[in-house]
Each structure stands twice: as C-alpha cells, then as structure tokens.
T-cell receptor, first 112, second 115 residues
Framework: NAGVTQTPKFQVLKTGQSMTLQCAQD?????MYWYRQDPGMGLRLIYY???????DKGEVPNGYNVSRLNKREFSLRLESAAPSQTSVYFC???????????FGQGTRLTVV | QQQVKQSPQSLIVQKGGISIINCAYE??????FPWYQQFPGKGPALLIA?????SEKKEGRFTISFNKSAKQFSLHIMDSQPGDSATYFC??????????????FGTGTLLAVQP
C-alpha cells in the first residue's frame, strides 16, 4: 500500500518556467490537499479538493492552479515560477472530517 | 493572520524529561485538533487527535490537554526519548459538511531530546 505518492521529489526551476507537481493516492479518499512548508511558517494550504470534480482555494493560492484529474490524482501547476515559490510542497488526502490526513514525502522545489 | 499559534518554536529536553508544546486558536468553530509529527525528509504523520467534548486524551507517552474556554490545547510527551526528536505541528479544523478535513497548522516546534 503506497499511500500518497508525489513526483518529482526534487526540482530546480528558473524564474518564469512552468511545471506540474503530481500526486496520487491509493486509499480511495474523497479529499485531497496541497500544502507548502516554509521555515517558521508551518504548513499552509494552497488548494484543496473535497471530492472529485471540485477544487477550492486555501490560504495561499496565488500563483498556483490545480486539477483533480480523477479520484486518485490531484496535480499542482506553477504557470510562471517565482523565487517566492521556493518551498517544500506536500500533497495529502483524507476520507472526511475528523479523520487522519495522510501526507506524501514532499517535493523540494527551488526557483532560481 | 495566524489562526493557530504554536509555542515554543524550539525545545531541548533531556532524555526522560517531559516535553510540552502549546497551541492557541481563535476560531470557535474549530472542532478537531490533531498533532502531527514530522521527521527530516518525511511528510507529517498523525500522532494523536482530540475533539472538544473531552479535556484530555492519552496514547502511550503522548497526552493532549484541551481547554475549550481558554481556546488552548497542548501536547505532553512523557519520558521523552531521543527517537522523539522531530518537528511537531498542532492543527485545527472545522466541519464543512463532513466532506473534507481542511487543516490549519501551527508554525511547528522543533524538539531535540538529548541523551
């Protein structure tokens, strides 16, 4: 049972480049999330999807777009990367409220 | 605005001691308060969670104390071990109709347990 799988694990981008972070879960969870983790800031929610076909903004959505491709997959796209988007990105999934959120291993993104 | 405030930012405890991490929240609609543990290079993992209908929950050496009137909750790690050295995050969420568990995290506490 793989849980939540993120690709890639590491990425270096130049300012202005675009890329898509991929996430897939095999637990048949309804909800999926994208967080970014920065020193001293904790984990901040970028976007989330409560169910297949729906997406909503979180705390820090600017500069990002998401796609809930199906129940398993939730991707995060940076259209024009900026140095301020240098961070560690985590995808997570959960069944419903009051239940554990399972996190992937993270993607360390550096924008130069 | 920081909806969940966590302190201290870092903590050094001797092996066998008690580690205490505190969190405070503003939104009275929050009704689920988990703690997550994160080791370097890994994603956060659920450690223990509490709902506001109880004031304390214990699982092994880990205890959550919850004070609804003060809007505060804390994590106590008894008999702290070097293997407990990690970053700890408190979090909170509210009911959006049952479909999602949108967590708001604190800023994290880096715990180092010295042998």
């Amino acid at each position: 049972n793989a849980g939540v799988t993120q690709t890639p694990k590491f990425q270096v981008l130049k300012t202005g480049q675009s890329m898509t972070l991929q996430c897939a879960q095999d637990m048949n969870h309804n909800s999926m999330y994208w967080y970014r983790q920065d020193p001293g800031m904790g984990l901040r929610l970028i976007y989330y999807s409560a169910s297949e076909g729906t997406t909503d903004k979180g705390e820090v959505p600017n500069g990002y777009n998401v796609s809930r491709l199906n129940k398993r997959e939730f991707s995060l796209r940076l259209e024009s990367a900026a140095p301020s988007q240098t961070s560690v990105y985590f995808c997570a999934s959960s069944e419903r409220h009051y239940t554990e959120a399972f996190f992937g291993q993270g993607t360390r993104l550096t924008v130069v | 605005q920081q909806q969940v405030k966590q302190s201290p930012q870092s903590l050094i405890v001797q092996k066998g001691g008690i580690s205490i991490i505190n969190c405070a929240y503003e939104n009275t609609a929050f009704d689920y308060f988990p703690w997550y543990q994160q080791f370097p290079g890994k994603g956060p993992a659920l450690l223990i969670a509490i709902r506001p209908d109880v004031s304390e929950k214990k699982e092994g050496r880990f205890t959550i104390s919850f004070n609804k009137s003060a809007k505060q909750f804390s994590l106590h790690i008894m008999d702290s071990q070097p293997g407990d050295s990690a970053t700890y995050f408190c979090a909170a969420s509210r009911d959006y109709g049952g479909a999602t568990n949108k967590l708001i995290f604190g800023t994290g506490t880096l715990l180092a347990v010295q042998p």
